[in-house]
């Protein structure tokens, strides 16, 4: 019997290239349970696991670092930098596929939020500001920066290319691991966000400015991985 309220919830839908056996969806989370290097391991494999035993038909993968070198959103996250990561993630797709779910792999910097490793945090742009009607409130864990004794600076255009193609890697690695897709995290004041924000975002080059040009990291971020 068809749910009147969700009339399509347990019929197919085709994403791109693949088609997703129901519309549940499995949102990217950080359970913060890889090895120290950022592999997969059994907790994180049984966790997603059984959210595909469950019926969910898609699921994605949170927080995954494209560079463990210059940040990580928690110290335990995973990571999709070095071909060596890459038989844990199959792994893991081959788990979830198992049971019928298509699954994704979200890539995520975290720029000037990095929790791990770095105190030179790196980001658009050096600025700590406030958003309009926050009552002063920084933003992007500014107060927790300060209480850590680290530093923001801006990245330089040679680091913005150079974590461009690390992006686009990380995409390689997860396809070459057999996910279905990939998700870039562009949300939650990350650096993908950082760029884009006006409040955050004071570059006088290429990629700050203007709408089109704060968009231009994450363009050239989709644009390197299709190349790929």
Known sequence: MKNPYFPHLFSPIEIGNFVVPNRIVHVPTDISSANA???VNERVIRYHEEIAKGGCGFIIVGA???DKATGR?????????????IPGLARLAEAMH???ARCAVQIQHPGRQ????RKDLFSATDMVVSLPGSAGHEIVYAEEVSKKGK????M??????????KFA????RVQQAGFDAVELHGAHGYLIAQFMSPYINRRNDRFGGSFINRMRFVLEIIDRIKQK
């Open 73 to 85: 959103p928690t110290v335990t996250c995973l990571a999709a930098d070095e071909d060596p990561m």
């Open 114 to 117: 990095a929790a791990w490793p």
């Open 64 to 66: 995954t670092t494209p």
């Open 169 to 172: 890697e990380a995409a390689w």
């Open 156 to 165: 330089t255009i040679e680091e913005i290319y150079d974590l461009i193609e």
């Open 98 to 100: 198992r049971h019928g």
């Open 37 to 39: 290097d950022g592999s």
């Open 151 to 154: 530093s923001i600076r801006a």
